[in-house]
């Protein structure tokens, strides 16, 4: 019988989600061990002199020798070398997980560096380290574990007051590849695009109010967290290579076709995407996003008259769905802020009929987004060929 006033959790890497979980963890009142590169040891225990059930270490072995159960919140391409200076030095008996976005590589690096009396429950938080948990999806991975254990993990997490998901590592990596990596791409190629045109997107009228404010602002969120958070995941998980690839050619077959003109071809392509994609939700469900919310969070005026764009980046992403055959809601289960946002915004605009005919014919006649769409193809192809090219490489080392 496990005694809980004794159990310690220790937490190897006090970065952003580090110090999340430390934080939270023990105001719930478990006693926290935590460290991150011994560097920082002196200005994390000065970060934490008022919180007496944070006790900072020197470094990792310090945190495995002493503590029950032990979570890794390190940059996932580093998690493999840093369980294996760490992991045989875990307490024996002890509950090991970590916090990287790509689970198979990090329960790999589990399976092969910790001892084998100790068990592996692992998780994810499907947001960032700002976001109040409460609600959102937590993924938990049983890999090796008995009941009580497993139990005790559920416990310490429970604070968080996240809606728990049942995964295994291969299937946590196939949903957010499908989810996290394909999303990202797209913001990714946004920004890319604005940034080779010089443009600030909330300065320039076309892109104020409406869907334009939920792709400006996701977009600088996305610039704004830590590079290695997005690189991870679509370099490391196995998967993301097919679904980005895919998104770029979507990109590109769609944007030829507007560019020849091919009306008929377009059309056929974006209504039989858009079927498959939406055509089991049905109308009587309510759609994800309101007018009211899309305008609130405008960074500049909104225009009284919103000028028509042809969202070549969302209809990519519908048709990119379709040749997949992924069902975006299927993985609302395990989707972060920006994935449900996206979701909403291509529902959105795939479920107003007069919306979706307005942008059928922006596509073929208009000039205005050309340029634009131009360099966001361009980019969308480079992102595409560097995830393939890394992963090949982050696979043969
Ligand atoms: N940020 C987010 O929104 C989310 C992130 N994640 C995942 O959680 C993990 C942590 O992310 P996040 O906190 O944002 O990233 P951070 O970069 O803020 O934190 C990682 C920390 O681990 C430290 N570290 C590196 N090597 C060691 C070591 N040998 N011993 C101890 N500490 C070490 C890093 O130091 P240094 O900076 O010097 O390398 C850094 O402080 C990542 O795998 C990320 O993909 C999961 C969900 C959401
Ligand atoms: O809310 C956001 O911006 C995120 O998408 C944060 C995020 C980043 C990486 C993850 O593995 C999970 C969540």
Not at 98 to 109: M, R
Not at 156 to 183: M, N, P, W
Not at 362 to 387: C, K, M, P, W
Request: net charge neutral; hydrophobic share 40%; proline share 3%.
């Amino acid at each position: 019988m496990v005694d809980m006033d004794k159990i310690v959790v220790g937490i190897i890497g006090m970065g952003d989600m580090g110090k999340m979980y430390a934080r939270r963890i023990s105001a719930a009142g478990w006693s926290v061990n935590a460290c991150d590169k011994p560097e920082k040891y002196e200005a994390l225990t000065q970060e934490f002199a008022n919180n007496s059930s944070i006790r900072l270490y020197a470094d990792g072995r310090l945190v495995s020798r002493s503590s029950d159960v032990i979570l890794y919140s390190v940059e996932a391409e580093a998690i493999a070398h840093i369980v294996s200076l760490y992991g045989p030095s875990t307490k024996q008996g002890a509950i090991v997980g970590g916090q990287t976005s790509c689970k198979e590589i990090e329960i790999d690096a589990f399976r092969k560096h910790l001892p084998e009396d100790v068990q592996i429950v692992s998780c994810h938080s499907l947001h960032g380290p700002k976001i109040d948990p409460k609600g959102q999806p937590l993924v938990l991975i049983r890999e090796r574990a008995s009941d009580e254990s497993f139990a005790l993990v559920e416990k310490v997490l429970s604070c968080f007051g996240s809606k728990h998901v049942y995964l295994t590592a291969q299937e946590h990596d196939r949903i957010t590849a499908d989810t996290q990596a394909v999303t990202h791409a797209a913001f990714l190629s946004m920004g890319t695009a604005w940034h080779a045109n010089n443009q600030f997107p909330w300065e320039m009228n076309r892109y104020v109010g409406g869907i334009e404010n939920v792709k400006c602002n996701i977009m600088l969120r996305i610039y704004s967290n830590k590079w290695h958070v997005y690189a991870g995941l679509a370099i490391l998980n196995q998967w993301a290579k097919k679904q980005i690839r895919q998104y770029a050619e979507s990109v590109t077959e769609l944007f030829k076709l507007m560019l020849g003109g091919h009306r008929e071809e377009l059309e056929k392509r974006i209504r039989t995407a858009g079927e498959a994609v939406f055509g089991t939700v049905g109308n009587q469900r309510e759609l994800l996003l309101r007018d009211d919310v899309l305008d609130r969070y405008s960074l500049g005026n909104v225009p009284k008259k919103r000028t028509r764009n042809n969202h070549l980046s969302l209809l990519a992403m519908v048709d990119c769905w379709w040749k997949l055959g992924i069902v975006p809601y299927d993985h609302m289960i395990c989707s972060t802020p920006p994935f449900r946002l996206w979701l909403g915004v291509t529902e959105y605009l795939f479920r107003k009929p007069q919306l979706l005919d307005e942008i059928i014919d922006t596509a073929i006649e208009d000039n205005t987004f050309r340029s634009d769409d131009l360099e966001f193809t361009f980019a969308a192809r480079v992102g595409s060929a560097a995830v393939v090219l890394s992963l090949g490489a982050f696979h043969k080392s």
